[in-house]
């Protein structure tokens, strides 16, 4: 079974969390979560134009950067926002993002 590792937000800094946002297709990702009914999303349930590859590459640079957390449900992982310790570790910034 895979097993994901997620950050201390303490340990995220500024630089880190402005470089996962600075990618279109980063942002997407989070915002399909966002929108999400569930507040969780597989990968294979965003649309985007990408290789298997980069959108795994994607969601473990979300994840470096504490963005978001993955668990895995059988053959599926799940992701979700962190938003609440994210709010509290950079407030508004999120929402920023997310309403672009």
């Given at each position: ?38 507040g969780e999303i597989a ?12 959108v795994s590459h994607h ?42």
């Amino acid at each position: 079974m895979k097993h994901y590792t997620h950050p201390d937000l303490s340990d995220v800094t500024l630089n880190t969390a402005m470089q996962a946002l600075a990618d279109p297709a980063r942002v997407a990702i989070l915002q399909a979560v966002d929108r999400s009914e569930s507040g969780e999303i597989a990968c294979n349930e965003i649309p985007l134009e990408l290789s298997k590859a980069t959108v795994s590459h994607h969601f473990e640079t979300l994840r470096a950067a504490g963005l978001i957390e993955t668990r895995v449900v059988g053959t599926k992982c799940l992701s979700s926002l962190r938003r609440k310790e994210y709010e509290e570790r950079f407030p508004g910034l999120l929402d920023l993002v997310l309403q672009a």
